[in-house]
């Protein structure tokens, strides 16, 4: 049995790799704040708020009751608004923090007990945005740059546990994320959810011989601005 932890596994994107695991025979410990009506005999929706030091601990609790070996980390949540920098709330600001920097650090704080060294694999959904400043998104930016740092850190203070790592940095994917946006931006220049998980889904049945560390796909119009 393979166990695959992911976080922010209640819509959007964490939605559909969670059920997407599922249906390839992985026992899938999905957390986020506001559960799902997927049931599955091989799913476990467990309270999670990736910003609280405490939830994240107890998730790992939860999880360490069914098993200590995890192959396959989901790092997922994570927030995205609109603003200019100058309108934005301190706030605002923080939150972005909290949940896309400070929770993948608590994250992974709280999984090295849980590492299969030579095999666990673990996946961060980022963005071009980790890479690639976009105006009106300050926030967004400063705290995908900053997750991005945590995880070039901690691959070289976990390198003996031979472990895979993958960054994938799509462009903008047309999710209910950006129902709240407004208009401004066209979403037929938006990847598709299916067009993400053609990705997700080849990297993660790929040979365990074979090393994805970062992966950059945007629609063929290029980057959204």
């Known amino acids: 049995m393979k166990c695959a ?7 959007g994107l964490g939605l559909e790799i969670t059920k997407s695991l599922i249906y390839s025979g992985y026992t899938v410990f999905g957390g986020s704040r ?4 997927l049931e599955h005999e091989n799913f476990y929706d467990v309270e999670l708020d990736i910003t ?8 790992f609790e939860t ?7 995890v192959h396959l980390v989901i790092n997922n949540a994570g927030i995205c608004e609109m603003s200019p920098l100058v309108e934005m709330s301190m706030e605002a600001f ?6 896309n ?27 071009t945005a980790s890479q690639y ?9 400063a705290s995908k740059f900053g997750q991005l740092g945590i995880i070039q850190s901690l691959k070289k203070e976990w390198k003996d546990h031979k472990l895979r790592f993958t960054n994938l940095f799509p462009g903008a994917i047309d999710t209910p994320l950006w129902d709240k946006m407004g208009p401004k931006f066209g979403r037929d220049k938006m990847l ?5 998980m053609s990705v997700f889904n080849f990297i993660v049945h790929a040979p365990s011989t074979i090393q994805f560390p970062e992966i950059t796909f945007l629609h063929r119009d290029g980057y959204l601005e």
Do not use: M, Q, W
């Open 5 to 11: 932890i992911v976080t922010g596994s209640s819509s």
């Open 34 to 37: 506001s559960g799902t009506d």
């Open 52 to 59: 609280s030091e405490e939830s994240v601990e107890e998730f």
């Open 63 to 69: 999880v360490r009751e069914f098993t200590s070996d």
């Open 94 to 99: 923080e939150l972005h923090l909290a949940t």
């Open 101 to 127: 920097t400070v929770g993948p650090f608590l994250l992974f704080k709280n999984l090295e007990s849980f590492l299969i060294p030579g095999e666990t694999h673990i996946i961060s959904i980022l963005s």
């Open 133 to 141: 400043g976009y105006p009106n998104v300050s926030a967004y930016n």
């Open 192 to 196: 598709k959810t299916s067009d993400f």
